[in-house]
């Protein structure tokens, strides 16, 4: 059973930035395809960023050239840098890997399972 556990978010004012971390327990985790996801109250749970095993990105419009997902396999981690924070980003964030395929292939969470706990980002 693979465990997910998000840490890393915050308060923080609008222009600020949050890195939040995602450690995997999955010995394979070089070869997963992760990603980041967010759910604000009332809204359905969207995808934000997603990274493969070799390293290619994929972000949601809403945060292109603010967020950057990165991963260390060596530590099984995986990170959302989230610069230039807006209001709208307010949301509980999850990481998720990619199911039955390991290569992303979109950002809808219907292709993730194994979500984490999720950690709170509320900018203000």
């Known amino acids: 059973h693979v465990q997910l556990v998000e840490s890393g978010g915050g308060s923080v004012q609008a222009g600020g930035s949050l890195r939040l971390s995602c450690a995997s327990s999955?010995?394979?985790?070089?070869?997963?395809?992760m990603g980041w996801f967010r759910q604000a109250p009332g809204k359905q749970r969207e995808g934000v960023a997603t990274i493969d095993s070799d390293g290619t990105t994929l972000y949601a419009d809403s945060v292109k050239g603010r967020f950057t997902i990165s991963r260390d396999n060596a530590e099984n981690m995986v990170y959302l840098q989230m610069n230039s924070l807006k209001p709208e980003d307010t949301a509980m964030y999850y990481c998720a890997r990619r199911k039955l395929n390991p290569y992303c292939s979109g950002l809808s969470p219907s292709l993730f399972g194994s979500w984490g706990q999720g950690t709170q980002v509320t900018v203000s």
């Open positions: 999955e010995p394979a985790f070089s070869r997963r395809c």
